[in-house]
């Protein structure tokens, strides 16, 4: 068996206020033990099969941290991890057939400081941008002189219909709410328009693999989805599924090079990659 990958990075484990709150898919309030983490857990719903953690820190706490974990080192990080991080989203928008020459306008959710959308702007988009995190708001502001609202997307004051496309990378799986989220995605975007999401893939081969101690089952990941599980939240809010994909099949350094190459080509022809991106339509 492959070595198991260091986690992903997350804050540390942190007693918050929490509560019980019926599952964000189905409404269902009976949960079944699904992973046992180092001072946390996740729990699968009995009706719907969604993974979340429940009990669950409130928004209030969960938001707090986000601003104030991310002080100048926080910044430091994501500037220099920001073209390795560009690089994985230009990957993974080519993968899921995202028409970079429409250039209309496109909304990045959870934008950090800026990378995708400064490109993209460059490219001939239309682009705004929304991030909890302050310092890298500013910094998207200040030094690339785009619109980045440092706020969630339901407070960010946007207009109905006004994106062709709403794209958030490794953000639903760190929502209280994800439901709100996409129900606002779907509000400011024109119909027709595309929303591109991506998160961990629970279905995933790595998730299998490993268990609790899989990599993207953290203490910052409130959410942990499926194709199956997102598709319907997806669908229950307006979106038609057009595509899916998945990547990854063993994490780099888990295993040697061309055992790795094997499991990459293997777990994407059948569906079970690591992360996923959807790509759904406004109807
Ligand atoms: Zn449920």
Known sequence: MPASPIKTWSTPVAEEGSRTIPCALCGGERFLP????????????????????????????????YRERHGDDYLDYELSNETAFLRLQNLALADIGFDREARGSFLDVGCATGALIAELRGAGWRTAGVELCAQSADYARRER??????????????EAGGFDVVHASHLIEHLNDPRSFVREARRILKLGGTLLVATPNI????????????????????????KRTLRALLESEGFRVERTATWGGLAAGSAPAALKAVADRAVKKIGAGDVMMMRAVAE
């Open 145 to 158: 002189g785009l619109d980045v609202r440092p706020t969630a997307i339901e407070r960010a004051g946007l």
């Open 203 to 226: 279905a995933g081969f790595q998730a299998r693999l490993f268990a609790s101690a899989w990599r993207s089952a953290i203490f910052d990941h409130l959410y942990l989805f499926s």
């Open 34 to 65: 699904a992973l046992s983490c180092e001072g946390f857990a996740f729990v699968r719903c009995a009706r719907c099969g969604l993974v979340q953690r429940n009990p669950q820190p409130t928004s209030e706490a969960v938001s707090a941290r």
